[in-house]
């Protein structure tokens, strides 16, 4: 699709810019101003995306490229449908006027020339027969989005235009006569909960935040919404009022402050003053509105001075013989973005009606669910979501059995909560976190990090702290080494000594660190916990009440989790201990006390059979495990994820 100030040929520039001046693993990346989403596209595969654009049609595709990661099957289509694209393109068309014919084809009473009659009645028929699918419940949403886009993309191949729908040829173009063509796309699986809006970006900024912010606005007083009116009237399909010469709708709602001299340079501030991301790229035009000068005080003003880029890529946007610029060029923005004064989590993830909370005095991404300051193995961080709405809603005493890095215990609301495990090393660590004051707590890290010289390449200063922390033991020294360990993750050999190796260039304390650390130590002291170091036949139950409720993420026999083999210095994870597991819940479901088992019933092939034997007195949920940090994350597509309880949740009520 042809689109002003496509970034196609920028593409390479973009990444090299990041690589150049971002040296630590992100997570993700926004696109505020999406337009087509060829930026989100390029990146999708590395980053999660987040994008955003106020015109419809571009939402429209990036539901269907960025959000969606997967081919529709149409399965339940295929009833009646064979193959639905094939359908759409050679259908017999109604005999009778639509909106699309009647308003941009010459059959129509203003006999505009943007489409022949033959292609607007096939795309009235397309259109309308989508929608129908739709409301008759034939397609799902991402296979609504999935048709929609495969239209919108069509569409500019059949126009009679130069390059915008801001005026139609006269003559016709030969292009004009051709048959539209669905085109097939397989949007790109990158395995994350990628995020896209339909929001006036000023909106937005307020209510997001993340790694990489890259920033595309319009630079000249061009507004995209008349420019676009029409694929913008398909997308829709709301019957607007048209006016002109052009059948152009009404866009006062999208019209942007970057294409206005006047309104440009305080909406850029106020755009950049409320970003909260890590980074921002930017590119400009030095054709736009605002000056090279003026966009590089407002990245200073608000971002690390000292981590400033600016790139010129020279371009020729004219070349004839009357006009030849050579001195345009395209400004690629780089800056790392001061930290902010104030916490703020967001309670409801939703595009309207958002509800912030202040919570500290330094910066933090909004996140509905609390993360564990620890990349422990198997966390069940990614899977909150699912999880924790099948959870009862009154619970006295919650216990995590097997606690690991606490990303479950710590999001429960209950009056008290056990976190248990019996890797002593841990629960000293967190039970440290609990007494400590956390300004204490934060000094004693960073003065740690002054000290030993631990950076992102001193290999040799974390060989020597590691081998300090392994004579002393120290439970935030221990932290501080995790911080700066390959993936953030914690190892130990049979003698208990650490010996995670170090993560060059991609671990160290970071703001999303020290926020996931300042956020978990906050609620941790402010909740009723207790840590306890049972093996789990072991637990005490005798005293447990009517609601109180056991939570069990165990070691997965049929995965290859690194704590399941018992050469780690910790005992190991065997049928047996299966079996004993199961005794054991059975038992709490016989003095009526409510439990919820994770687990996997299969996984590349194998299954385990005597759990989804077990399993057939109780009440089985299927997840969708897209956690990135599992001990069987190599293989997703043959792991059955399963959440497994004693009784009917209020979700299933």
């Not at 010459?106 to 022949?116: E, H, N």
């Not at 029409?230 to 607007?240: F, H, K």
């Not at 609990?434 to 004693?444: C, D, R, S, T, V």
């Amino acid at each position: 699709m042809r689109y002003i100030g496509s970034k196609i040929n920028l593409l390479d520039k973009i990444e090299n810019c990041i690589n150049q001046n971002i040296h630590t693993q992100q997570e993700s990346f926004c696109d505020i101003f999406s337009g087509t989403g060829i930026v989100a596209r390029h990146f999708k595969p590395v980053y999660r995306i987040i994008s955003n654009d106020s015109l419809y049609f571009s939402y429209v595709i990036q539901k269907a490229f960025i959000e969606n990661n997967k081919t529709p099957t149409f399965s339940r289509l295929k009833k009646t449908v064979e193959n639905p694209l094939v359908y759409l393109e050679n259908e017999e068309t109604p005999r009778k006027h639509n909106f699309i014919e009647e308003n941009y084809s010459p059959t129509g009473k203003a006999g505009r020339m943007y489409f022949t009659s033959e292609n607007a009645q096939r795309i009235d028929f397309i259109r309308i027969t989508i929608e129908n699918w739709k409301k008759e419940k034939k397609i799902t949403e991402s296979e609504y989005y999935y048709l929609l886009s495969s239209l919108l993309e069509a569409v500019p191949s059949i126009s009679n235009i130069t390059g915008t729908y801001g005026a139609y040829l006269k003559k016709w173009d030969k292009r004009a006569f051709k048959k539209i063509e669905l085109p097939r796309f397989y949007p790109e699986n990158n395995n994350k909960k990628n995020e896209v809006y339909n929001e006036d970006a000023f909106d937005l900024i307020k209510h997001i935040s993340g790694d990489i912010l890259y920033i595309d606005p319009p630079y000249n007083s061009r507004q995209y919404a008349p420019n676009y009116h029409v694929l913008e009237t398909i997308a829709q399909y709301d019957n607007p009022k048209l006016n002109g010469i052009t059948g152009m709708r009404p866009y006062e709602n999208q019209k942007s402050a970057f294409c206005s001299k006047s309104q440009v340079n305080d909406a850029f501030e106020q755009l950049i003053k409320k970003a909260e991301f890590s980074h921002i790229v930017m590119s400009y035009s030095s054709a736009g509105l605002m000056s090279s000068d003026f966009i590089e005080r407002i990245l200073k003003d608000n971002g690390k001075k000292t981590t400033f880029s600016l790139q010129k890529i020279p371009y020729r946007k004219y070349k004839s013989k009357i006009y030849d610029d050579t001195d345009l060029c395209e400004y690629l923005f780089y800056i790392q973005k001061k930290e902010q004064n104030n916490i703020y989590i967001i309670k409801h993830n939703t595009p309207k009606n958002y509800e912030r909370l202040k919570i500290a005095d330094s910066a933090l991404k909004y996140s509905k669910y609390i993360k564990s300051p620890l990349n422990y193995i198997g966390g069940k961080y990614k899977l909150l979501q699912q999880i924790l709405p099948f959870f009862p809603k009154n619970i006295d005493t919650f216990v995590d059995l097997f606690c690991g890095g606490c990303n479950v215990g710590i999001n429960v609301n209950s009056k008290k909560i056990i976190f248990n495990d019996m890797n002593t090393i841990l629960t000293e660590m967190f039970e440290t976190f609990k007494k400590k004051p956390l300004n204490e707590l934060i000094n004693m890290i960073e003065e740690q990090i002054k000290k030993w010289n631990l950076t992102l390449e001193n290999e040799y200063a974390f060989k020597k702290f590691r081998e300090h922390y392994n004579i002393t033991r120290d439970p935030i020294e221990l932290y501080t080494l995790s911080c700066f360990s390959f993936n953030y993750q914690f190892r130990f050999n049979s003698n208990h000594e650490y010996n995670n190796p170090f993560g060059r260039n991609r671990s160290q304390f970071s703001k999303t660190m020290k926020n996931n650390l300042i956020r978990f130590v906050k609620k941790l002291q402010e909740t009723d916990a207790q840590f306890t170091t049972y093996d789990f036949k072991d637990f005490p139950i005798d005293d447990c009440k009517k609601n109180d409720f056991f939570y069990c993420d165990p070691p997965y026999l049929i995965t290859t989790g690194s704590y399941n083999d018992g050469k780690r210095g910790f005992k190991n994870w065997s049928q047996e201990s299966d079996i004993a597991l199961y005794n054991f819940l059975d038992n709490l479901n016989n003095k009526g006390i409510k439990f919820a088992l994770s687990n996997v019933f299969t996984h590349k092939g194998i299954s385990n059979d005597y759990l989804i034997r077990w399993a057939k007195k109780y009440t089985v949920h299927h997840l969708k495990n897209d956690y990135s940090n599992s001990c069987y994350n190599t293989e997703r597509k043959g792991s059955d994820e399963v959440l497994i309880t004693n009784y009917t949740s209020e979700v299933e009520k």
